[in-house]
T-cell receptor, first 109, second 116 residues
Framework: GQNIDQPTEMTATEGAIVQINCTYQ??????LFWYQQHAGEAPTFLSY????GLEEKGRFSSFLSRSKGYSYLLLKELQMKDSASYLC??????????FGGGTRVLVKP | NAGVMQNPRHLVRRRGQEARLRCSPM?????VYWYRQLPEEGLKFMVY????????ESGMPKERFSAEFPKEGPSILRIQQVVRGDSAAYFC??????????????FGPGTRLLVL
């Protein structure tokens, strides 16, 4: 089966760091994506992990542990424009993506 | 390089009418995916198509919904005899051929369907 869990909401202060955790159960797992989605807009690709470890891309980093079925997205030096939903997405057999419900991050001044 | 295009962006239909949603993938992409997002919920996979082929339609409702991706032209998601529960945002994504990183899916802006 396919299942993804991530927190519903998180609040942080501008300039701070926030870590969004995600656990997944995906048959035929072959990749973990993070997307950002602003209200009323399309999801935009942030990161992709398929091997264990940390991938850093500017202010955003993503980590994967395949043995634990666990990933996190780390957002550093938070800016107001980072207020959005962050979607943890696993890819399984047949290229099928399974989306988590998203974590709504609210950045306060 | 234009991104994934979807039209219309907003569509209003009365119960019982047909809704036709179009998606043009990114240039060079031959794989198209349709997702539905209900208000305050996550995206749910509906169907995966390549040119002239349906690869996986396991997320499509059994009745009233159909999808195609012809040799020429955009992919079409068709909903017949719409009901209020069909009101949602419908997102199309595309990816190039290949495996691994190249299979990242890029999303269009979505079509927001409202059924009155």
């Amino acid at each position: 089966g396919q299942n993804i869990d991530q927190p519903t909401e998180m609040t942080a202060t501008e300039g701070a760091i926030v870590q969004i955790n995600c656990t997944y159960q995906t048959s035929g797992f072959n990749g973990l994506f993070w997307y950002q989605q602003h209200a009323g807009e399309a999801p935009t690709f942030l990161s992709y992990n398929v091997l264990d470890g940390l991938e850093e891309k500017g202010r955003f980093s993503s980590f994967l542990s395949r043995s634990k079925g666990y990933s996190y997205l780390l957002l550093k030096e938070l800016q107001m424009k980072d207020s959005a939903s962050y979607l943890c997405v696993s890819r399984g057999a047949g290229n099928k993506l399974t989306f988590g419900g998203g974590t709504r991050v609210l950045v306060k001044p | 390089n234009a991104g994934v295009m979807q039209n219309p962006r907003h569509l209003v239909r009365r119960r019982g009418q047909e809704a036709r949603l179009r998606c043009s993938p990114m240039k060079g992409h031959s794989h198209v995916y349709w997702y539905r997002q209900l208000p305050e919920e996550g995206l749910k996979f509906m169907v995966y198509l390549q040119k002239e082929n349906i690869i996986d339609e396991s997320g499509m409702p059994k009745e009233r919904f159909s999808a195609e991706f012809p040799k020429e032209g955009p992919s079409i998601l068709r909903i017949q005899q719409v009901v209020r529960g069909d009101s949602a945002a419908y997102f199309c994504a595309s990816s190039p051929q290949g495996t691994g990183y190249e299979e990242t899916q890029y999303f269009g802006p979505g079509t927001r369907l409202l059924v009155l």
